[in-house]
């Protein structure tokens, strides 16, 4: 075995290590709100296979009413949506102060250099790069809990 990829186990053991005392074994309700079939379909099959409950919400307008809803623990929230777009979603859900404390992670595929401003500016508490990277996705998503 090589030390790359030794150090980088070693790496993913202590991620996971970190993960489990932030969460334990809590069951999450995660809501996804993302229109394209085939991210949602990976997003949901990661967060499930670790337990997590996904509720998918197709497009900004669905979300925002499952939000007020089912009030999730977490959201990930597509930049690219139809109609009304991530940064318009995340405004919207801040200004109920029944969500404030929710953490929203965006996934985005286009994170230039004034997008990460944008995106933490709309009320969203960090964000994913596409492609998602199934290795690695549950921590990026974990970390943003309280
Ligand atoms: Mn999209």
Redesign the pocket.
């Known amino acids: 075995m090589t030390q790359e990829s030794q150090s980088s186990i070693a790496n993913r053991q202590s991620r996971t290590a970190n993960r489990q005392s932030r969460i334990g074994n809590r069951q999450l309700n995660i809501l996804v709100i993302?229109?394209?079939e085939q991210?949602l379909y990976l997003t949901t099959f990661i967060l499930e296979k670790h337990g997590h409950r996904v509720t998918a919400a197709r497009d900004g307008a669905q979300g925002i009413r499952l939000a007020e809803e089912i009030r999730p623990d977490l959201i990930l929230l597509?930049?690219?949506?139809p109609v009304m777009d991530g940064y318009a979603v995340a405004a919207e859900l801040r200004r109920n102060p029944a969500l404030a404390q929710v953490p929203i992670v965006a996934v985005t595929s286009y994170a230039m250099a004034g997008d990460r401003e944008r995106i933490l500016a709309a009320g969203c508490n960090g964000y994913i790069e596409k492609p998602i990277n199934p290795e690695t996705f549950l921590d990026e998503v974990l970390a943003h809990l309280p």
């Open positions: 993302e229109d394209n991210n597509d930049i690219q949506l």
